[in-house]
């Protein structure tokens, strides 16, 4: 097995796994704060905001799955009228399109990390909102570059 395919076979069950940690972890916690509220009428202060930070990462890395599966959102009107040899080209285009508009994607969202780690602002307890925010340059950046894989892709 060569380098590249055991990279990304740890890339992939890197993924998997943390995907899966994270959606159980918050189903976990949402459990865990409906019975604290509704019987010992407490709760967790920082929960609400890791679960909204949760969301984020688990629709993040939901998106990086499903580009990597070619399961991601399409619109697939063009296959049904076009001769295969045409639609082999534009869904080049397409993907050369959104690997340009993830890299793009990529780089604004490296500056608001960026931004959030030169400021030092707290999302709960003592994290940095950074650090939440990371996984949005890594998912749009590894979608682009899946993208762009999908254009050299016989």
């Known amino acids: 097995m060569t380098i590249i395919k055991r990279l990304s076979c740890l890339v992939k069950s890197l993924e998997d796994s943390a995907l899966v940690l ?3 972890l918050m ?3 949402t459990l865990m704060q409906i ?3 509704n019987f010992f009428d407490v709760g967790l202060m920082w929960a609400e905001s890791l679960l909204k930070i949760m969301v984020l ?3 993040l890395l939901g998106a990086m799955i499903a580009t990597r599966e070619g399961q991601h ?3 697939d009107l063009f296959d049904r009228f076009l001769s295969e040899s045409r639609f082999s080209f534009l869904s080049k285009v397409v993907s050369f399109f959104s690997a340009y508009v993830c890299g793009l994607a990529a780089y604004s969202c490296s500056e608001l ?3 959030e780690y030169m ?3 707290k999302a709960f307890s003592e994290v940095p909102v950074w650090l939440c925010q990371i996984i949005m340059p890594i998912a749009f950046f590894v979608m682009g570059l899946r993208f762009l894989r999908n254009v050299w892709k016989s």
């Open 119 to 121: 400021d030092g602002t």
């Open 57 to 59: 990462w688990v629709a």
């Open 27 to 29: 189903l976990l916690l």
């Open 73 to 75: 959102i399409k619109i």
């Open 113 to 115: 990390v960026y931004y």
């Open 22 to 24: 994270a959606f159980f």
């Open 35 to 37: 019975v604290l509220r």
